[in-house]
Each structure stands twice: as C-alpha cells, then as structure tokens.
C-alpha cells in the first residue's frame, strides 16, 4: 500500500477545506507546535517524575519523538510505528517512566486523521485513496491495542505489577489514547464535509455555467430562425411586388400602386419584427421565455400570408378545422412561422400555380399542412439539404429552422414531395393540456 501523508501534510495540502499554499503553511505550523508540545510534555513529566536520567533519558527521548512528528507529516504511519518503538525502548531500558502511550499522542492522531494519497513512481501526490483502501483509524487503533497489549505485559511480568495495579496503570492510557482518535476522526469528517460542500459548489457553479451557455444557444438559434424568416418572407414578397409594379407602371397605374402598398405594409411589419429582435439583442439580462421576439404573429395573421401569396401571382387557399381560441403563443408563433417560411419557398422556388394551407387544431396537437403543385425548380434546385429540399430552404436553413421549432415543441415534422406531385410541409405540434 501506498505511504499516506498526515491531513497536516505538507504537499498533500490536508488542512483546510481545499488545501493550497496558505493551508500547507498552516498545517506545517500546526506540526511544528504539536512537536514543540510533545518535546515539552515528556521533558516535564520526566522531570517531574524524577526516577530516570533527564540530560541522557529525557531530553533525547522528547527530542526523538519531537522529530518524528515532523516527519509524521510525510510519513505518518512509519512515523506512528517508530514513535511506539521508541516508547517501547525507553521504558524498556528504564529511562522513562512517564507513559506507554501518551507521548506518541500526536502521531497517533495524523494517522487517524489522515485519509491517504494516491502517488506515482516519483511520489507525487495524485489524488485521494480510494475507498476500498483502508483509512488511517483502523492502522492507528490496531497500533494502539498492540502497544496496551504490550504494556500490560510489560507492567505484569516485567514489572512485577499483578492484574488490578496492571490495569490501573494503563486504564487511563487507554481511555486518553480512545480520546486522541476520537478527535482525529471528528476533525476528519469535518475535513471531509467541508471539501465536500466545496466540490459541489463548484459543480454548481459548473452545472450553471453549463446551463447559461445552453440557454444563451437556444436563444442564439431562436433569433437566427426568427431573422431567417423575417427577412427570407419579406425580400421574397417585396420583390415580387415590386417587379408587378414595374410591369404594371405604365400600363395599369392602379395595380402599380396597389403593389407598392403591399410591399409597404410588408416592409413595416418586418421593420416591427427586426425592432423586437433588436430588443432583444440589447436586454441580455431578460429571462429568453420572456423576450416576444414576433408581437401580435400568430393565427390571424396566417390568412395575411396567403392573402400576400395571392398578390404575388399564385392561387392560395386555407381550410381550417377546430377552435384555434385553446392554441397556446408559442405554437401559435411556430404555426405562424411554419406557414410563412412554406409560402415563401412555394413563391420563390416551386414554379407552381396554387398553395394550400390545411390547419387543424385538435385537443391535444395541432396539425399543419402546406402543399404546392409546382416542381421544385428555381435557384438551387437540386442542391439537396435536409429532406431533399435544398432548393426550397436556401441551402437548407428554413426547413432547418421549422424543423427545430417543431423539435423545440416536442412534435412533429415533415418535409418532401406530396402524395401528387409538388412539394408538401407536415407538422403535427402538441398544445399542452
């Protein structure tokens, strides 16, 4: 098994909830005192006690496990095995007389406070043990009962104590060294807890990091559908507008300027929807569930669109079924924009005569059926895209961009040639109960 370092360690950063230079200078300051007490401790009880040599029994021994708390932070469990069998020895050789196990009080605690380091073959620390890998408390409390086993044989045998003055003898070194892992293992788990509220809060931190870019992409693909097909519809019904009023200028006046308005009226209202996305643009700080990137697009609006088809030279009709009053804003936008972005490419690309619009508004989904009779022929055509209608979505970005919207909304969608010839839209969006 790999050596562990004390939770004062010095790379191991152990101290402190994170670790970091300021908590390893901490922990070594911790050592440094802890070993200071231990040096003073023994040299007081030996003087105190007054039986073995104090410049050649105590000094040195004080100094000895004094040391081996320093190295305790490298080393903890060679540490705590070398402090016992330097008790062991000096009691032994009768040069002390103060204690089996509180003079290596400290290094029992680094190592049951301690919870071990991974290392490579170079002994850089790689992360924590795992958990199958014993801690620190099971070592030190089996070092422990070992050293009172010991003792207690000792002071028997050795010393000549019978059984009641034997356990007199170690009872209250036993119940100090219980005390001692008691408070490493507290100190641990309040260690362990600490790193613990620190690591998920920076998985919150992640997590919401995370989230904004997600949400700052939905809302990014949002606009650009929107834009898409503000601009796509609005070039395409300007420009068929206005070449009928250049072809009518001269000979039908009347129809000239009715073309001119409706190419007004079609100017103002993506003007409207390009100030809402602007809007937009401008209040970062605004909930995107809350930005109206098209006021006012919904369902009425959809016999606007046909009626904006007719002028440009193509029969439109609509059939409607169901109450369209239950329709929620969001499906209502995408029904709207589905329908739009369809017209449009039926104007620009099918080459066709007529479009139908079939909505069908149920309990649970709303329906969406928009179907030309044209060829598919025009700018692009044949260039494939998604659903083999690259011609129809400018290389593929409004049958993309409907097809999100429906996916957004959980439903439905479809695009390709119909059932008799030309091209055909589906969408099947749910409207939630």
């Known amino acids: 098994m790999s050596e562990e370092r004390a939770p004062m360690g010095g790379r191991s950063g152990g101290a402190g909830a994170g670790g970091g230079p300021a908590a390893t200078h901490a922990a070594g300051a911790v050592r440094v005192a802890a070993a200071a007490v231990t040096a003073v401790a023994v040299v007081t009880a030996e003087a105190l006690a007054g039986e073995g040599p104090l410049l050649v029994g105590a000094v040195p021994y004080a100094l000895g496990l004094a040391a081996l708390v320093l190295a305790a932070g490298r080393w903890p469990r060679a540490a705590l095995l070398a402090s016992v069998q330097t008790v062991i020895a000096f009691r032994s050789a009768g040069m002390s007389d103060v204690g089996w196990i509180w003079p290596a009080s400290a290094a029992y605690f680094l190592v049951a406070a301690g919870d071990g380091a991974v290392r490579d073959e170079a002994g850089k620390r790689l992360g924590p043990l795992?958990?199958?890998?014993?801690?620190?408390?099971?070592?030190?409390?089996?070092?422990?009962?070992?050293?009172?086993?010991?003792?207690?044989?000792?002071?028997?045998?050795?010393?000549?104590?019978?059984?009641?003055?034997?356990?007199?003898?170690?009872?209250?070194?036993?119940?100090?060294?219980?005390?001692?892992?008691?408070?490493?293992?507290?100190?641990?788990?309040?260690?362990?807890?600490?790193?613990?509220?620190?690591?998920?809060?920076?998985?919150?931190?992640?997590?919401?990091?995370?989230?904004?870019?997600?949400?700052?992409?939905?809302?990014?693909?949002?606009?650009?559908?929107?834009?898409?097909?503000?601009?796509?519809?609005?070039?395409?019904?300007?420009?068929?507008?206005?070449?009928?009023?250049?072809?009518?200028?001269?000979?039908?006046?009347?129809?000239?300027?009715?073309?001119?308005?409706?190419?007004?009226?079609?100017?103002?209202?993506?003007?409207?929807?390009?100030?809402?996305?602007?809007?937009?643009?401008?209040?970062?700080?605004?909930?995107?569930?809350?930005?109206?990137?098209?006021?006012?697009?919904?369902?009425?609006?959809?016999?606007?669109?046909?009626?904006?088809?007719?002028?440009?030279?193509?029969?439109?009709?609509?059939?409607?079924?169901?109450?369209?009053?239950?329709?929620?804003?969001?499906?209502?936008?995408?029904?709207?924009?589905?329908?739009?972005?369809?017209?449009?490419?039926?104007?620009?690309?099918?080459?066709?005569?007529?479009?139908?619009?079939?909505?069908?508004?149920?309990s649970d989904a709303v329906r969406v059926e928009i179907a030309d009779d044209g060829t598919g022929a025009g700018a692009g055509a044949g260039a494939g895209g998604e659903d083999g209608a690259g011609a129809r979505a400018g290389g593929g970005h409004g049958v993309a961009g409907m097809r999100e919207r429906v996916s957004v909304l959980g439903g439905e969608f479809a695009s390709g040639p119909g059932e008799h010839g030309g091209h055909t839209v589906r969408a099947v969006i749910p409207v939630p109960s």
């Open 130 to 362: 795992p958990r199958r890998v014993p801690r620190g408390l099971p070592f030190a409390v089996a070092v422990g009962v070992l050293q009172v086993v010991f003792a207690a044989n000792w002071e028997r045998y050795v010393a000549g104590l019978d059984g009641r003055e034997a356990v007199a003898a170690l009872g209250a070194e036993a119940l100090w060294l219980a005390l001692a892992l008691a408070a490493a293992t507290a100190w641990r788990n309040g260690r362990n807890w600490r790193r613990e509220e620190a690591a998920g809060r920076e998985r919150a931190a992640r997590e919401r990091a995370a989230e904004a870019r997600r949400r700052a992409e939905a809302e990014r693909l949002r606009i650009a559908r929107e834009l898409h097909d503000v601009v796509a519809h609005t070039l395409t019904v300007v420009g068929v507008q206005l070449r009928v009023a250049v072809e009518a200028l001269d000979d039908e006046p009347a129809e000239a300027r009715a073309a001119l308005r409706t190419a007004q009226e079609v100017r103002a209202t993506a003007v409207a929807d390009l100030r809402a996305l602007i809007g937009v643009l401008r209040d970062p700080g605004e909930e995107p569930g809350a930005m109206e990137l098209a006021p006012g697009r919904g369902l009425d609006g959809v016999g606007d669109l046909v009626e904006g088809v007719r002028a440009a030279g193509l029969q439109a009709g609509v059939e409607t079924e169901g109450d369209p009053a239950g329709v929620p804003a969001p499906v209502a936008l995408a029904v709207y924009r589905i329908v739009q972005e369809s017209l449009t490419n039926a104007v620009r690309h099918s080459g066709g005569t007529r479009v139908d619009v079939r909505l069908r508004y149920g």
